[in-house]
């Protein structure tokens, strides 16, 4: 073993089910090293592709003095972290704004294909609420309104544990009717 560098040892070949077995320990140094949690399946494959080509090539040296399943994490690490490295200094990560609505951003108004089939899905939600009992009308609307288990227990005067069954249970009552009325 070299202490100022990789070991110099023979190269090892590994094969693409080798690296891929190892993905939750790809996914947790990923993690650990701050990609988020949307882009870890895109860093993944690109770390397990470039191990793939690295050890092809013959960079992926194991020291013989180390247990070969730790040899080979400690090796997938510094390939993550060359990674998240090169994700982190992207130029479109640099200049990524993030936008609610990116229709607004550009001025021009928004058009839903889909408006006619929406209305005629909330016509029949709108029926299917109308079908339930008063209890369960009262928080779905409170909900859709925006508010959340403690407003909706303040302003029904329930605990909250009986506002968040109630919506929990009127919620899984109009997903049954909704599909039977399909």
């Known amino acids: 073993m070299n202490p100022w560098g990789p070991y110099d040892g023979p190269a090892r070949v590994l094969t693409i089910a080798e690296i891929a077995a190892q993905e939750p320990h790809i996914r947790s140094a990923l993690r650990g090293l701050g990609v988020p949690a949307v882009d870890?399946?895109?860093?993944?494959?690109?770390?397990?592709?470039?191990a793939w080509i690295s050890a092809q090539a013959?960079?992926?040296?194991?020291?013989?003095?180390r247990e070969p399943?730790?040899?080979?994490k400690r090796w997938l690490f510094g390939v993550c972290r060359f990674h998240c490295t090169h994700y982190h200094e992207r130029a479109f990560r640099r200049r990524e704004v993030s936008v609610a609505d990116p229709?607004?951003?550009t001025g021009e108004e928004r058009v839903?294909?889909?408006?006619?089939?929406?209305?005629?899905?909330?016509?029949?939600?709108l029926m299917a609420i109308a079908a339930m009992p008063i209890w369960a009308r009262e928080v779905l609307v409170l909900a859709a309104l925006g508010h959340g288990g403690t407003e909706i227990a303040k302003l029904l005067r329930i605990p909250l544990g009986t506002a968040g069954s109630r919506?929990?249970?009127?919620?899984?009552?109009?997903?049954?009717?909704?599909r039977r009325r399909r």
């Open 40 to 50: 870890i399946d895109d860093v993944c494959q690109d770390v397990v592709l470039g």
């Open 58 to 65: 013959g960079r992926y040296r194991p020291d013989h003095a």
């Open 69 to 72: 399943l730790d040899a080979l």
């Open 103 to 105: 229709w607004a951003a």
């Open 112 to 125: 839903d294909p889909g408006h006619v089939g929406e209305r005629i899905d909330a016509g029949k939600a």
């Open 167 to 178: 919506l929990r249970l009127a919620r899984a009552r109009l997903k049954r009717k909704l």
